[in-house]
C-alpha cells in the first residue's frame, strides 16, 4: 500500500506496462536525498526498464533503497556509474542546489538524466543545463510527480486534449503539502538549498499549467511568499502563491503551503480546476475529504451534463514508457525538453519576484 501520510515519501505503484524487455534500458540511481526517488524508480520499472546499480555517499541511505530494490548493486564511487557504457539514464532525487550540476556532469557522461523536481535552485544552473544539453544531446528530465504520477491528472489531460471542455482558458491549482519538520533533513530549511517554496513544490503547479493550457511562452504577473507559523525555520517559506499568463491568452492561479492540518489523512488535500470555454474539471487528487480515503477524483462538467469519474488504478502512468521510449529513439514524446526547463525557468523567476508577506513566523512586511 503507497504511504500518503508523507508527502516526502510518496510513491505511487502502478501496474507494470514494459515497453521494453529485461535488460534492452538500463538505468542507475544516484544521490537519494529525497524520497522521490521511490517513485520515479517505481515509475522506470514498471516500464520494463532495469535497474542495476545505486550510488550514495550515505550507507544508510543505500542500506534502505536496496530493501525495496533489492536487484540494485551499491558501489562506493559515482564513477562506477557515470562510467558504465551499459547504464543509459541515471535517476537522481540530490538536494535541490545539488541537481542542476550532477544533471550536467551526468549529461557529460554520455547519459540522460532524470531529477527529482525542482530540477534548479538558480537562473545559472538553467542556463548552464541548456547549454550541456544541446552540446551533448543528452536529456534533461524531470520528475513532476504531481502531474505524471497522479491518474486523475492524466485522465484530465486525455480530457482537455478531446476537446471536452473545449478551450482552456484558466488553470487554477491547490499544492498544499505536510510539513512533518522533525522527519525533515537540515537542508529543507535552508533556502540556498531548497530554493523557496516556489521553487520547489511550486515547480508542480506551474507545469500543470503549461500542460493543461498548452502554452510555450508565459510570464509571471504576481507572486508572494511568507513565513507564517515557522519562527525555528526563518529560511522556511510556508506560504506561496504565483499568478502567470500564458502567450495564448490562458492565465493561472497557484497556492503551495505547508500548512496541512494533522487531521487529514492524506500528506495535502491536492486540488486542481481546469476552466474551459465550454465546461470544468476538478481534481481530487488524494482524497476526497470526509467521505473518501480513495483518491483521483475527477469532476467534469460540460455540455453532456455532470460527471464523477473514479479513475484510481483505471489509468496508469503512461509518462515512465514513454520516457524510456525517448531515451531510445531520441524522440520527445513523453514531454519536450523545452517544457521542463520552461516550467523551471518561471518558479525561479516567481521566487526571485515574490512580495515577502511574512517572516519569522508571522512578522508582517507588507505596508497596507
Same mark, same amino acid.
Given at each position: ?71 540494485? #548493486? %551499491? $558501489?562506493?564511487?559515482? @564513477? ?7 547504464? =543509459? *539514464?541515471?535517476?537522481?532525487? +540530490? /538536494? ?35 547549454? #550541456? %544539453? $544541446?552540446?551533448?544531446? @543528452? ?7 504531481? =502531474? *505524471?504520477?497522479?491518474?486523475? +491528472? /492524466? ?36 533556502? %540556498? ?176
Amino acid at each position: 500500500m503507497v504511504q500518503k501520510a508523507d508527502g516526502m515519501n510518496y510513491a505511487p505503484q502502478g501496474k507494470p506496462n514494459p515497453v521494453v524487455k529485461p535488460g534492452e534500458f538500463v538505468f542507475a540511481a544516484m544521490h537519494l536525498d529525497h524520497g522521490h526517488i521511490y517513485g520515479q524508480c517505481n515509475g522506470l520499472l514498471e516500464a520494463g526498464a532495469t535497474l542495476t546499480k545505486v550510488y550514495d555517499p550515505d550507507p544508510a541511505k543505500v542500506e534502505a533503497f536496496i530493501k525495496k530494490f533489492p536487484q540494485a #548493486v %551499491a $558501489v562506493d564511487d559515482p @564513477r562506477r556509474i557515470l562510467d558504465d557504457p551499459t547504464i =543509459r *539514464l541515471v535517476a537522481a532525487a +540530490a /538536494v535541490p542546489s545539488e541537481r542542476g550540476p550532477l544533471g550536467c556532469r551526468v549529461m557529460e557522461a554520455g547519459k540522460d538524466y532524470f531529477t527529482d523536481k525542482c530540477p534548479f535552485t538558480s537562473l545559472d544552473q538553467l542556463a548552464q543545463a541548456r547549454r #550541456v %544539453a $544541446v552540446a551533448t544531446g @543528452r536529456k534533461y528530465a524531470v520528475y513532476f510527480s504531481e =502531474r *505524471l504520477h497522479v491518474e486523475s +491528472a /492524466v485522465f484530465a489531460g486525455d480530457l482537455v486534449q478531446q476537446g471536452a471542455i473545449g478551450r482552456v482558458v484558466q488553470v487554477l491549482g491547490l499544492g498544499p503539502h505536510r510539513l512533518n519538520a522533525p522527519s525533515r533533513p537540515a537542508w529543507f530549511f535552508e533556502r %540556498a538549498k531548497y530554493g523557496g517554496i516556489l521553487t520547489d513544490i511550486g515547480s508542480h503547479q506551474i507545469e500543470q499549467f503549461l500542460f493543461f493550457t498548452g502554452n510555450t511562452k508565459a510570464t509571471v504577473t504576481h507572486a508572494a511568499i511568507g513565513n507564517f507559523d515557522n519562527p525555528d525555520h526563518p529560511e522556511l517559506d510556508d506560504f506561496g502563491e504565483v499568478a502567470v499568463a500564458g502567450a495564448n491568452g490562458a492565465v493561472g492561479y497557484h497556492r503551495v503551503d505547508w500548512f496541512t492540518p494533522k487531521g487529514l489523512r492524506t500528506w495535502g488535500d491536492g486540488r486542481m480546476f481546469i476552466l474551459g470555454t465550454q465546461g470544468y474539471i476538478e481534481l481530487r487528487k488524494y482524497l476526497d475529504v470526509a467521505r473518501s480515503d480513495a483518491g483521483d477524483h475527477v469532476y467534469l462538467v460540460n455540455g453532456e451534463g455532470e460527471k464523477h469519474i473514479e479513475v484510481a488504478g483505471k489509468v496508469g502512468y503512461p509518462y515512465f514508457g514513454r520516457l524510456v521510449k525517448d531515451c531510445l529513439d531520441r524522440t520527445e514524446t513523453a514531454m519536450t525538453q523545452e517544457h521542463a526547463f520552461l516550467a523551471a525557468e518561471l518558479c525561479l523567476k516567481a521566487q526571485a519576484q515574490a512580495v515577502v508577506l511574512t517572516r519569522d513566523g508571522g512578522r508582517p512586511l507588507v505596508r497596507v
